[in-house]
């Protein structure tokens, strides 16, 4: 099982930055292939955001936040991170962070964080 903690969530104005935090925890981190971070808006569906490869080079991200959002890893910390800046308000979502073990579908996480608040005020 890997357990997965966020934070830095909160409230910011457009054009504003947050930076999100996802501590990972558990025996069987060495399975994991990929972390990343999804959101969801009120009446929307789950969507992805960003990912990044817990092992080696590589990074993808939703085309609404190329250019703006940037996830990376500390290894040595077990943590991703998601630097959101030039936030919109349509940007406000929970953002959940997820990781996906080898040989799983990157689309369907099998673990997921609680989830943190992130709203954009115009």
């Known amino acids: 099982q890997v357990q997965l903690v966020e934070s830095g969530g909160g409230l910011v104005q457009a054009g504003g930055s947050l930076r999100l935090s996802c501590a990972a925890s558990?025996?069987?981190?060495?399975?994991?292939?990929?972390m990343g971070w999804f959101r969801q808006a009120p009446t929307k569906e789950r969507e992805f955001v960003a990912r990044i490869n817990w092992s080696a080079a590589g990074t993808y991200y939703a085309e609404s936040v190329k250019g703006r959002f940037t996830i990376s890893r500390d290894n040595a910390k077990n943590t991703v991170y998601l630097q959101m800046n030039s936030l919109k308000p349509e940007d406000t979502a929970v953002y959940y962070c997820?990781?996906?073990?080898?040989?799983?579908?990157?689309?369907?996480?099998?673990?997921w964080g609680q989830g943190t608040q992130v709203t954009v005020s115009s």
């Open positions: 558990g025996r069987t981190l060495s399975s994991i292939r990929f």
């Open positions: 997820a990781a996906v073990e080898y040989g799983s579908d990157w689309r369907r996480p099998d673990y």
